[in-house]
């Protein structure tokens, strides 16, 4: 029987094909939207998730207890080397770098200016954990043998009038409260693009800010550790949680330790869905005015069907049926128009720095004026069954409409 | 030393002698510098002074009275105008301390506030920090002895040591050859481009000592603009002790 | 046995204060094999009589029992299980579903009883060529001539194997030539399978033809004739 149906619900939908084309295009269309809004926002959302976690804390951070809430030296993990061997042997990490984060004053003899100091174990770091190494545009970068030099951004050294060679005096609070200044020779010049860094960031050899901050060889403030994936930040952190030990320590997300930043993707996604779910209600709307326009317009029909004997429910799932085609055609063309697009969009990409400006940011993070789409398969499963739904969903009302047509009232218009 | 506003200005003029290479050629420069360190040397001291600071945006001028402790302690009070009266700044060691009467509160001064202005001057609170460190931080050469429109001068250079945490590349000192009185002071960036200059004026007899009671500073970038400070008295080896610099003391004065 | 027996039936129809008596205690009984014809004038409630003999409408008095079974006591379900099972429409017009062949459209309601495909091939085959539309058994309605069409609509009707065919003027929409040859072919299919028809007509050729004429006039049977 439901073969049959299914056959007569194909046929249904095709006899009126204008109609159906330009119902199935709307539905292709949202998915479409639906991708690209989406794509585009986990684009965007990757980019600044894996372009912060660079600036320090990783995409795991185990860290002093609540240095993220309050950023001072006393705060600092013990036998960071240990940890660091520990952490590495786990599986899922790709990468860590022990740091040392403290705020300061960088002075030079025209200016002074408050900054971010950051010491790193230069064996540790590569430019994909590091946003700073990949951005050096003048000079080097560090050494292991380095000591007592720095690597500052383009915005600090024109602000400070400094340039490679010259030194900066910095003084920070140590380990026991004190303040205490250092100076050191700058060896290298970054250009993020993203003026709070290029004027505020400050790096280190770790060895030397461990000096300067009264530190033994094996404290730091933290272990940046990054993985593949930043959505499984949670599940690396727990499972880390288990299998190691940090003494006056914890291990935090991304979400946690870069907290501003997963409120603003939270309240961006929570946007971009009720955007979605609104063109989502408006082609359900057109969809059920379809199905309603075409359910209405064979009440004799179904009511010949009715006086032979079909029963009502069948003619409901007749109709769910036509809804049912409607929606995988609406996906196929959805699909169709959506893999060039993909490609595209991979390839090429939308150009949006013209819109932003340069030195585009948000909450501190630089975004890729170039927008391209990051599909998840699980999103693309997501939309296509959700967009299916909505089109089950918009048929409903109609479909109930043909079962409740009285047969003795559909014939009288014969 | 003298009052911490004094020491302030000076901080780099004052070294201390013992801690500097005793080299052929600045054997003499580092008794030229002890004489002149010697000026505001005392175990303790009080003082009134007035401060002017000119900016291209304001203008103003504070009354303040200060007591000072070797090099480590300094206690200053506002004393005029009214609206800032009572606020004081506390050194201790490393650390600054701010209390405003208004509030009645009392801020600890964080690395992060150290680059801010003090008091509206072009001094930073960090320049009222460095200075017992900048003793040990120079190599002091005697550049020669000369004539100037001030009569006869001794010119210094100082150079920075590497691992000195001071911002300078350079100091120029000149004093008066005769009674052994700073009259200019040159700072230099590592480029040797002059960022700012000190120059004192106005040498009185206070007390038992011939002090210049007028010093200005004007930053090379702005050279509008400049901060004043002028001394109305000071008083050296006052019986004062450590516990006057203290936190509780803050509120009581 | 009588297929249909229908005593003391009546059907109101209220318009405000006016009550319409579209049948007027009706007392009728139809034997199996019959070929009887409803005739009277516009309003005399032909086309009410057979919707309420097919359980399309319900009388407002009366009993309706086909084949011995009382139509008021069924439920909805059990009606329309009826109509599909035991009883077969033909309708002036606008019968078959548009998208379906001749062939699916007659085979419909068997595939809604649950007969066997090649059975339910058999039966409609035979029967499409029976009526001469072996060879357009794959045309769709509107492919066909209404003639055409309703002799589908007929091999739909009597393919389920109903206890009766009930027609509602189904040459009314045909031009005479076409509405005998129909006609012929009920007769035929009548004589040869006993098929009960009990159709509405105006027409007094098809009247001429039928075994048992019954008459209504204002919702009443005013004579009922057998030749
Ligand atoms: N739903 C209804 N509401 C009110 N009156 C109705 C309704 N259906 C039928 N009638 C009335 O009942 C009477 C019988 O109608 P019916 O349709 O059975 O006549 P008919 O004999 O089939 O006429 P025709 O030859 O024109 O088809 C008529 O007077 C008609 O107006
Ligand atoms: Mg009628």
């Known amino acids: 029987m439901y073969f049959e149906l299914l056959v007569m619900a194909w046929r249904n939908l095709m006899r009126r094909k204008r109609r159906t084309n330009i119902t199935a295009v709307s539905i292709g269309f949202a998915v479409f939207l639906a991708i690209t809004f989406t794509g585009m926002g986990d684009d965007s959302y990757k980019n600044m998730i894996n372009t912060s976690v660079k600036l320090g804390f990783g995409h795991v951070t185990v860290q002093a207890s609540d240095f993220h809430l309050r950023p001072t030296a006393d705060k600092y993990l013990r036998d960071v080397n240990k940890l660091y061997e520990e952490i590495v042997g786990q599986p899922g990490i790709e990468h860590a770098a022990t740091r040392i984060i403290t705020g300061g004053l960088v002075a030079s003899a025209h200016k002074q200016v408050g900054g971010m100091l950051m010491g790193i174990n230069v064996a540790q770091e590569t430019p994909d954990i590091n946003l700073f190494q990949q951005a050096i545009v003048a000079g080097r970068w560090l050494a292991p043998e380095d000591s007592r030099v720095a690597i500052i951004g383009v915005g600090m050294a024109d602000k400070l009038n400094i340039n490679l060679g010259k030194k900066l005096v910095y003084t920070i609070t140590d380990v026991d409260g004190e303040i205490v200044s250092d100076v050191v020779r700058v060896v290298g010049i970054f250009d993020t693009g993203m003026l709070e860094l290029d004027q505020g960031q400050v790096l280190l050899p770790l060895r030397f800010l461990q000096h300067t901050l009264n530190y033994k060889n094996d404290q730091a403030t933290l272990i940046g550790i990054y993985i593949e994936d930043h959505r499984e930040a949670e599940q690396i952190r727990d499972s880390l949680n288990e299998s190691i030990i940090v003494p006056d320590g914890e291990i935090l997300s991304w979400q946690q330790s870069q907290s501003e930043l997963a409120g603003m993707i939270n309240v961006d996604r929570g946007s971009n869905q009720i955007l979605q779910g609104l063109v989502g209600l408006l082609v359900a709307a057109g969809i059920m005015n379809t199905m309603l326009m075409s359910v209405l317009e064979r009440t004799k029909e179904f009511g010949v069907l009715l006086a032979i004997g079909m029963s009502p429910i069948k003619l409901v799932y007749l109709v769910l049926w036509e809804s049912i085609w409607l929606g995988l055609l609406g996906l196929m063309l959805g699909i169709m128009i959506c893999i060039p ?17 340069e030195n585009a940011s948000v909450a501190g993070v630089a975004i890729d004026p170039v927008i391209h789409l990051k599909l998840y398969p699980e999103t693309v499963t997501t939309i296509l069954v959700g967009v299916f739904l909505f089109t089950l969903l918009a048929s409903l009302y109609p479909a109930i409409r043909a079962g409740r047509i009285l047969p003795l009232e559909a014939l009288k218009e014969l | 030393m003298a009052s911490v506003v004094l020491s302030v200005t000076l901080s780099i003029l004052l070294l201390v002698s013992h801690s500097l290479f005793a080299q052929d050629s600045s054997v003499q420069a580092l008794a030229i510098l002890d004489k002149v360190d010697n000026l505001w040397r005392g175990e303790s001291s009080y003082s009134n002074l007035t401060m002017r600071v000119k900016t291209k945006n304001y203008q103003r001028e504070l009354n303040m009275e200060s007591w000072s402790l070797g090099e480590e302690y300094a206690f200053i009070r506002i004393l005029s105008p009214i609206k800032e009266r009572g606020t004081v700044t506390l050194k201790s060691d490393v650390n600054i301390y701010t209390y405003l009467p208004k509030t009645d509160r009392t801020i600890r001064l964080t690395a992060g506030m150290m680059s801010g202005s003090w008091m509206g001057s072009h001094f930073t609170n960090d320049d009222l920090v460095k200075e017992s460190q900048l003793s040990e931080d120079y190599f002091v050469q005697y550049e020669h002895r000369g004539q100037s429109e001030f009569g006869e001068i001794y010119k210094l ?6 691992e000195s945490a001071v911002v300078w590349g350079k100091i120029e000192i000149e004093v008066d050859a005769q009674n052994y009185i700073p009259i200019r002071e040159y700072f230099y960036d590592e480029d040797g481009e002059l960022v700012r200059v000190i120059s004192f004026h106005d040498v009185k007899k206070l007390g038992d000592r011939l002090l210049p009671v007028r010093m200005q500073v004007v930053p090379q970038d702005e050279p509008d603009e400049y901060t004043e400070i002028v001394y109305r008295s000071i008083e050296f080896d006052v019986p004062i002790e450590q516990g006057f610099f203290s936190l509780a003391n803050l509120r009581r004065r | 046995m009588s297929i249909i027996e229908i005593r003391g039936a009546s059907k109101i129809y209220r318009q405000g204060e006016v009550a319409v008596r579209a049948l007027d205690n009706v007392d009728l009984t139809i034997e199996k094999g019959e070929f009887s014809t409803l005739c009277g004038p516009s309003g005399s409630g032909k086309t009410t009589l057979l919707n309420v003999i097919g359980a399309l409408d319900v009388p407002t008095s009366g009993d309706i029992r086909i084949e011995n079974v009382s139509l008021s006591r069924l439920s909805k379900t059990a ?3 009826l109509r599909r099972d035991r009883i077969g429409f033909v309708f002036q017009s606008y019968n078959l579903v548009p998208v379906l062949s001749a062939y699916e459209n007659a085979e419909f309601i068997l595939v809604l ?25 794959h045309r769709r309605p509107n492919e066909l001539s209404g003639g055409q069409q309703q002799r589908v609509a007929i091999v739909r009707a009597i393919a389920s194997h109903p206890a009766i065919v009930l027609a509602d003027e189904p040459t009314a929409n045909l031009d005479t030539k076409t509405a005998s040859d129909l006609l012929d072919m009920m007769q035929e299919l009548n004589v040869k399978h006993h098929i009960t028809f009990l159709f509405s007509t105006h027409d007094q050729r098809v009247i001429d033809r039928a075994k048992r004429v019954i008459r209504l006039v204002d919702g009443r049977i005013e004579s009922d004739d057998r030749y």
Do not use: C, N
């Open chain 3, 79 to 81: 009606l329309s299980h």
């Open chain 1, 341 to 357: 697009w993909y490609y595209y969009m991979d390839r090429v990409g939308i150009d949006f720095s013209q819109l932003m400006g």
């Open chain 2, 157 to 162: 250079t100082l150079i920075p040591r590497e």
């Open chain 3, 113 to 137: 009883q649950g007969v066997k495909a090649h059975e339910r091939r058999e039966r409609i085959m035979s029967l499409l060529h029976e009526v001469g539309l072996g060879k357009l058994a």
